[in-house]
């Protein structure tokens, strides 16, 4: 029971993880030949981005068969293969569950271009004004239209994310029906549960056009409305038949809303990604980029600390930039690396660690847009192109904002490549890999891979920092500090988020500490960041 509570959960994003064939694709062979690190760092479970079958418009989130492996991955058997490996050494798999949409080559969305199939209302098709509008004015999530006009239906179809990413249309019980089924061969399978992709606009209440015409116009007729609740609360049987949990990816949720889809008492969700502590260095959206303010991030994650018993912490995914140049600081790339490593791990919730975090990777370095691969970034690209914006300024925007930032292939050595493959890669690795990789800091006691290691073990022996109560205690300028208690035993965090010293007001014994330092006084040097056993 709450075996997640007490687990480090890894992110991989398999295309680029580890190419086992050269052809430039990671793939599950590869992630097998990898399980060692993950083990050695102390992963409970992996969360494995998609891995199923799909033309890969949105690398697998446009998934066309849910049983079967994406050939470019590996076969079914090399994923029981993988399921088996990884639980021979205390691994979990956790399978990324996409069932808000699917690829317009899945076989119901191909069915359902006719309205005489048995599919015809698996998707929301709708017709458009006699004056050739659009049936709504909603606006999509990868910056374009959300109809698509299908000539042989004569219908649009609703798609939130990308042209060939169809919303599925939960009013069809059916639909549910065949959700429960996918959840089901998984589960057989051994997998020890989801994560639910965008899960908390799953209903649709109706497709009325929308007065509000903000981004996401519409969105107040899709965000966690009710409808999602049920459908949800329905999956929990299912997932209860096997103890799984289950973690939703969840846009624009207040911590009040977080916390109906996750209560205990009200069998949805087990914990959900929030968003908010990642929107502190943007205007609005995250193509406006503002100065990451400190304080802002403290307050932010205090408060979700607070109004949720549990929830997950994560400071990057594959979707967001890297942390380090995000939150940190390049010029202390080691100091800051090793900060943002006790901050996720301390904090009271489940840690999930995204690849390369744990080697303190960074941002692409491309120069180029078509050194690009992301379908957003290229749509927000042509979007910025149409308002005029020039060249330079577009570039600076996708460049600091881009899902492409954290999606990189790992960087294992300093070889050709970065050791990710011996052929081309699927997307530019990072010249950095000469000065930033597994290798050569598994050879080093005093890298960013090290201090991870040892903080994973510290967490793993250390029941308060694990289970216990998060009680804030400084969020000034520069300075987070807060305290985790359980029944006699504490520990006091203090992370000092900046470039310059600082003086913070706490004293103990030091348990880590990321100068070294063996007693702390309160003084602390740029990006220091402090474990101490008790304190104030
Ligand atoms: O992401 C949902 C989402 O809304 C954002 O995180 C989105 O990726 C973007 O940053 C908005 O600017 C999930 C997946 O994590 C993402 O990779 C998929 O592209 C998306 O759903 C569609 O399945
Ligand atoms: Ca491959």
Request: charged share 30%; with cysteine.
């Amino acid at each position: 029971m709450d075996w997640w509570k007490d687990t480090l959960i890894y992110q991989i994003y398999p295309r680029s993880f580890q190419d086992s064939n050269g052809d430039g694709v990671g793939d599950i062979p590869g992630i097998i030949s990898r399980l060692d690190h993950l083990q050695e760092l102390g992963v409970g479970a992996i969360w494995l981005s998609p891995v199923y079958k799909s033309p890969n418009a949105d690398n697998g989130y446009d998934i066309s068969d849910y049983r079967e492996i994406n050939p470019e991955y590996g076969t079914m058997e090399d994923m029981d293969r993988l399921i088996g490996e990884a639980r021979a050494r205390g691994i979990r798999i956790i399978m990324d569950l996409v069932i808000n949409h699917t690829s317009t080559d899945h076989y119901w969305f191909r069915q359902s271009r006719d309205k005489n199939s048995a599919y015809a209302d698996y998707y929301y098709w709708a017709r458009g004004g006699a004056d050739g509008s659009l049936p709504n004015n909603w606006t999509g999530f990868f910056g374009e239209d959300c109809w698509e006009f299908d000539p042989q239906r004569c219908e649009y179809y609703l798609h939130l994310f990308a042209k060939t990413q169809a919303d599925l249309n939960y009013h069809n019980p059916e639909v549910l029906e065949e959700v429960k089924d996918i959840m089901r061969f998984w589960l057989r399978k051994g997998v020890a549960g989801f994560r639910c992709d965008v899960i908390n606009i799953l209903w649709k209440d109706s497709l009325e056009s929308s007065p509000k015409r903000l981004a996401l116009t519409g969105s107040e007729h899709y965000l966690s409305l009710e409808g999602t609740h049920e459908i949800l609360r329905e999956l929990r049987q299912v997932l209860d038949e096997y103890d799984a949990m289950t973690v939703g990816e969840t846009v624009f949720v207040t911590p009040r809303q977080a916390r109906d889809l996750c209560a205990p008492e009200r069998n949805e969700l087990n914990m959900v990604f929030s968003f908010e502590h990642m929107e502190c260095d943007q205007y609005f959206l995250k193509w406006f980029k503002r100065k990451f303010r400190p304080k802002a991030f403290f307050d932010c994650l205090t408060k979700w600390q607070r109004e949720l018993d549990w929830n997950a912490v994560y400071l990057e995914n594959h979707d967001q930039p890297r942390s380090i140049p995000r939150f940190g600081s390049e010029r202390y790339w080691k100091e800051s690396g090793k900060l943002l490593a006790v901050l996720a791990l301390t904090l009271r919730g489940t840690p999930f660690i995204y690849q390369g975090q744990e080697i303190g990777m960074l941002d692409f370095d491309f120069t180029r847009m078509r050194q690009l691969n992301d379908v957003e970034s290229k749509n927000v690209e042509k979007i910025l192109r149409r308002f005029h914006i020039p060249q330079k300024l577009r570039w600076k925007i996708i460049r600091r904002a881009s899902r492409d930032n954290a999606r990189t292939p790992f960087q294992w050595t300093d070889g050709p490549n970065g050791g990710f493959t011996d052929g081309r890669p699927w997307l530019g690795v990072n010249h950095n890999c000469e000065r930033i990789n597994l290798a050569q800091q598994e050879a080093d006691p005093d890298s960013i891979w090290s201090w991870y290691k040892a903080l994973s073990a510290l967490r793993r022996e250390t029941e308060v920092l694990r289970r216990g109560t998060f009680e804030p205690l400084e969020a000034g300028k520069q300075v987070f500090a807060y305290r985790r208690a359980s029944g006699e035993d504490a520990c006091t965090v203090v992370l000092n988020f900046s470039d310059q010293p600082a003086e913070a007001a706490h004293r103990g014994a030091v348990m880590m500490d990321n100068y070294g330092r063996e007693t702390f006084d309160g003084r602390m040097q740029p990006w220091e960041a402090v474990i101490l056993r008790q304190g104030n």
